[in-house]
């Protein structure tokens, strides 16, 4: 089993990923600004944020798998791309980096162009999705010896589209995932059953990977 760190894992993405991580008998740390009333039974929380890059290094010692999971948005605007980078940089080589970005740098087709490029794609979103892909554009540029992987979400995968956990999804590679009607979307669990998959069997060193129904 491996010793999973989550940062921002109180938020949508982060708690689902730690209670299915725990679920399968890893160990869970989770890691947010403050630590929650209701906690995930067998997962231990810490108080860290990815605004003090040098603590959250000294409160991650140990663990084999980090995955940040905090958006690029509100206060944190303009300030995810470049301590992902720094924490990167400082954590051991032996660590695996895996990243939560939005659906922005999807491919809306094999070889074509990005989703956060396209007409449809809502003006006051693209911030937080340019400085997404901007960190996917670091960790490629990072020396070989770090491992990495990087998820795009469906289109409909937010807090105000939870779903439920069916165990399956599909993986589009550099594409987003749509259904026959062109419908994009993931539940917050399956979203966490696929990461926690990746992390126990990984088939994406140092790639981005999509993932919808």
Do not use: C
């Amino acid at each position: 089993m491996a010793r999973i760190a989550v940062i921002g894992g109180t938020g949508y993405a982060g708690s689902n990923i730690v209670a299915e991580a725990v679920s399968r008998g890893h160990t869970v740390v989770s890691v947010a600004r403050s630590v929650p009333a209701e906690r995930v039974e067998g997962a231990t929380y810490v108080e860290g944020t990815l605004l003090d890059v040098p603590g959250l290094v000294a409160e991650l010692e140990g663990v084999d798998v980090v995955v940040s999971t905090v958006p690029a948005r509100g206060d944190m605007l303009g300030n995810v791309r470049g301590n992902v980078a720094e924490l990167a940089a400082e954590l051991p080589s032996t660590v695996r980096i895996g990243v939560v970005g939005g659906a922005g740098g999807s491919l809306v087709a094999p070889g074509g162009e990005r989703l956060v490029d396209q007409p449809s794609f809502t003006e006051e979103y693209k911030p937080e999705a340019l400085e997404a892909i901007g960190i996917l554009d670091d960790l490629r540029a990072g020396p070989a010896s770090r491992d990495w992987f990087y998820v795009h979400p469906a289109g409909g995968f937010g807090v105000w589209n939870p779903g439920e956990r069916t165990g399956s999804y599909r993986d589009g590679g550099d594409v987003l995932v749509t259904d026959d009607k062109g419908d994009s979307y993931i539940s917050g669990p399956d979203l966490a059953v696929a990461i926690v998959d990746e992390i126990e069997e990984p088939k994406h060193s140092r790639e981005r990977f999509t993932v919808g129904y």
